[in-house]
């Protein structure tokens, strides 16, 4: 097995446990692809990874919102463009083309680099200026 995926830190502890367990089930699905067995596990995995992540964007963007960081609806937008580009990957496995491995590799390439490059931008930034006691 590879090593556990590894991101940068946010500060944010609640963050950081989420974006833990959308790696935890990046893993858990890459292994499912690894081990051949088959589309059904991989649906069911890929499926609770995007209903996750979801459950994940939603409770960054509403933080953001609160905290009234100004390129929320930007990193709000880079949400939505990668839904919309797995689940455009995930309607090409089910017609039974072959980009189960271009789908996880597009998942993990994204997943990892919005973390250490979009996340931690804003938790700098929310960090910089929270001159209130906060975090
Ligand atoms: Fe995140
Ligand atoms: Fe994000």
Redesign the pocket.
């Known amino acids: 097995m590879d090593e556990h995926l590894q991101v940068a830190r946010?500060g944010i502890d609640e963050?950081d446990a989420?974006?833990r367990k959308?790696l935890a089930d990046l893993e858990r699905l890459e292994f499912w692809m690894q081990k051949g067995f088959g589309l059904a596990a991989t649906f069911d995995a890929l499926d609770a990874l995007l209903s996750y992540a979801e459950t994940?964007?939603r409770f960054?963007e509403d933080f953001l919102r609160a905290q009234a960081y100004p390129d929320v609806e930007k990193h709000a937008a880079q949400h939505r463009d990668f839904m919309g580009q797995i689940a455009n990957l995930r309607r090409s496995l089910e017609a039974g083309e072959d980009v189960a491995r271009s789908l996880a590799d597009a998942m993990r390439a994204w997943i990892v680099g919005?973390?250490n490059d979009?996340?931690v931008e804003y938790a700098d930034y929310l960090r910089r200026g929270w001159p209130r006691g906060q975090a």
């Open positions: 946010t963050i989420q974006h959308l994940h964007f960054e919005h973390i979009e996340d």
